[in-house]
């Protein structure tokens, strides 16, 4: 169950332009895996639900409220759809700055 609501979680924020999931093992995942290494960013507790994304847009907090929404429509009659819901800005892109040169 929690891999189904993890995969919805995910198909969630695939809707929302300028972020995505943060994963250690960064944004492109080799084809050939047989999982999809971004669920690590996904953490479901009882009663909780914690996603860390990378951001590429700013400001921040219209898309944080654009991916809240999103995800909390995703949780929508799971056991998790009245869970506290956390998004953790774990990376900021530098395409979130543009294109200037210098930005790393």
Request: net charge negative; aromatic share 6%.
């Amino acid at each position: 169950m929690s891999s189904e609501v993890i995969a919805l979680i995910l198909g969630a924020l695939d809707t929302i332009d300028g972020i995505r999931p943060a994963t250690p093992l960064g944004a492109e995942s080799p084809a050939w895996w047989p999982w999809d290494p971004r669920g690590f960013s996904v953490d479901l507790g009882h009663g909780r639900v914690e996603v860390r994304v990378a951001a590429g847009q700013l400001p921040l907090a219209p898309l944080l409220e654009k991916a809240t929404a999103a995800v909390r429509t995703a949780l929508t009659g799971t056991d998790w759809s009245d869970a506290r819901l956390r998004l953790v800005v774990a990376e900021l892109d530098s395409a979130a700055f543009g294109k200037e040169e210098g930005v790393t």
